[in-house]
């Protein structure tokens, strides 16, 4: 009887800690991130299901833009699109709540980029919504350039991988990013957080950065070192609510 009573406490407890080992993933707010919640934005929310979930949580989301024929359609690809589109999407967000927008321009070139600048100024003044809660990212930093001249928060989206660049491909590419920050000044720059290092000690532009895939135990000192510098204005996490992560 005393064995059969241990066997059920001990399954009880373990019961306790799945479910709670459960939430903890389902919660968006970490040990490793306490403090800094501020920086703290969810990563793609491309739905919006998903944007309902997360706005109460985070001071921003970020999400995934192709421009087609006059349309910001919000997808990633190759994944196809839903049919949502980024006038859809401001529609449903209260200015007052000022959430933050990270705005990921797949296709951005000089080409079109006089078209969806125009787009974007139509829709954040149709909604009133705040320039400064929008940040624009793109691979294309001469692009960008004319979102800065209207006074937009620009960050440029790094080449992949500067972790595991090796010289003399890691030397090049940094003179040639340092050379981009020299030409725009006001631009910020983004990419993975374990590209951090390489770009604290050779940028002093202000970081974005994700961190969607870190281990909560061998990447802690990692991510509160990089969120204890001040040029770090944003970390993206993969948020999955316990309803969903469509």
Not at 70 to 96: C, M, R, V
Request: net charge positive; proline share 5%.
């Amino acid at each position: 009887m005393i064995i059969g009573k241990k066997i059920k406490k001990g399954i009880k407890i373990v019961v306790v800690l799945i479910l709670l080992a459960f939430v903890y993933k389902h919660n968006p707010y970490q040990f490793e991130f306490l403090g800094h919640y501020d920086k703290i934005w969810a990563h793609r929310v491309n739905t919006l299901d998903k944007l309902a979930w997360s706005t109460p949580f985070f001071k921003g989301v970020e999400l995934d833009l192709v421009y087609s024929n006059g349309i910001l359609d919000i997808t990633h690809p190759p994944k196809p699109s839903t049919g949502l589109s980024l006038a859809e999407y401001l529609q449903s967000l209260d200015p007052k709540d000022s959430i933050n927008l990270w705005l990921d321009i797949k296709n951005l070139t000089l080409k079109n980029v006089a078209k969806i600048n125009q787009r974007i100024d139509q829709l954040i003044n149709s909604n009133a919504y705040p320039k400064e809660l929008i940040l624009i990212e793109s691979r294309a930093p001469e692009a960008l350039s004319i979102f800065l001249d209207d006074n937009y928060r620009c960050s440029y989206y790094l080449p992949d991988g500067l972790y595991y660049m090796k010289s003399p491909e890691l030397n090049t590419t940094i003179a040639h990013i340092q050379n981009v920050i020299i030409k725009y000044p006001k631009l910020e720059i983004s990419s993975h957080f374990r590209d951090y290092p390489i770009m604290a000690q050779n940028f002093d532009a202000p970081k974005n950065l994700w961190a969607i895939q870190h281990s909560r135990i061998k990447d802690y000192s990692a991510i509160r070192t990089l969120l204890a510098d001040t040029t770090v204005k944003t970390v993206l996490i993969s948020y999955r609510s316990i309803r969903g992560n469509r």
